[in-house]
Nanobody, 123 residues
C-alpha cells in the first residue's frame, strides 16, 4: 500500500496551492483519506478527511472555509485545495488513509501514511 504526495512548494501569503495524494495498493472506494500537517517541534495536526465511497468530508475548524478536500476516484487521487494561505500554514503536509473519516481519526491519525511534502508560505 502506498500514498504519495505531490504539489507542495513555496507560495506567497494570500495565495493558493493544491497538494495531491495518489493512493495505490488499496481498494480506493473503501478508503477514508485525510490530510495532516506538522511543523517541526509541534504536534501533528489533522486538517480534513474524505470518505471515498460517499464523498463525505470533515474539516477541523481552523481550515474550514479556506481548505477543500476532494477526490478523483477514477485516478485514485485525493486533493487538498488551500486558499488564502498564511505563513502559519507552513508545514510538512501528509496524506493518510484508513477506513473512516471523522474527527476521531483526524485527532489520533490513520493507519497508512505518505512521506509528506513541504509547503512554505512566505510573508
Amino acid at each position: 500500500v502506498q500514498l504519495v504526495e505531490s504539489g507542495g512548494g513555496l507560495v506567497q501569503a494570500g495565495g493558493s496551492l493544491r497538494v495531491s495524494c495518489l493512493a495505490s495498493g488499496f481498494t480506493f472506494s473503501h478508503l477514508a483519506v485525510g490530510w495532516f500537517r506538522q511543523v517541526p517541534g509541534k504536534e501533528r495536526e489533522g486538517l480534513a478527511c474524505i470518505s471515498i465511497d460517499d464523498g463525505g468530508t470533515y474539516y477541523v475548524d481552523s481550515v474550514k472555509g479556506r481548505f477543500t478536500i476532494s477526490s478523483d476516484n477514477a485516478k485514485n487521487m485525493v486533493y487538498l485545495q488551500m486558499n488564502r494561505l498564511e505563513p502559519e500554514d507552513t508545514a510538512v503536509y501528509y496524506c493518510a488513509a484508513d477506513g473512516l473519516c471523522n474527527d476521531y481519526f483526524l485527532r489520533v491519525g490513520m493507519d497508512y501514511w505518505g512521506k509528506g511534502i513541504s509547503v512554505t508560505v512566505s510573508s
